[in-house]
């Protein structure tokens, strides 16, 4: 019935091996789904560079994404705006040469994110509007209802007092 699945966790939690069993088994679970769904899409994985510990070493090149950018000399910073476009140029040509490269269907998955992506800043940008409205109407209600208490005091007020 409705909530099982929550009871079950709740008594779950109060038997320790039992617990860990259980999660034990759901994860070997999912993994065996997730492996099979990756071999029906023909995904082969990645192997994922190694994590270091520590601060690289002098023999070891720092990533071409953690290398600053130098300025030519008597160039002074650029305003965040200018840093914004010019890194926002960088970014779209980088997307055009990697979009080169990709074949149809990750081009179609790309595509897709992206629709995705305007969706939601639209989204948020109407949700801000919308808290902005909403804000602006309640200010106008208690600035209206401050008016009207300023303007008829009750008869036991004799005024402002300092």
Do not use: C, N
Not at 23 to 31: D, G, Y
Not at 65 to 81: A, D, I
Not at 113 to 119: G, M, R, W, Y
């Amino acid at each position: 019935g409705k909530g099982a699945f929550r009871r079950f966790k709740d008594v779950l939690m109060s038997y320790g091996p039992e617990r860990e069993r259980w999660f034990t088994f759901r994860s070997e679970r999912l993994r065996t789904f997730m492996e099979a769904w990756l071999t029906a899409h023909a995904i082969k994985a990645v192997p994922r560079p190694t994590w270091a510990e520590g601060p690289p070493s002098a023999e070891e090149p720092m990533p071409e994404s953690l290398v600053p950018v130098s300025t030519p000399e008597g160039e002074g910073p650029k305003s965040q705006s200018g840093r914004r476009t010019r890194s926002a140029e960088a970014l779209r040509q980088q997307l055009k040469d990697l979009s080169e490269a990709l074949g149809a269907r990750e081009l179609e998955t790309l595509t897709s994110f992206a629709e995705f992506l305007k969706a939601r800043r639209a989204a948020k940008g109407f949700a801000h509007h919308h808290e902005h409205l909403i804000a602006e109407r309640e200010s106008a209600a208690q600035s209206s209802r401050t008016g009207r208490l300023a303007e008829a005091p009750s008869a036991g007020d004799k005024g402002p007092t300092t």
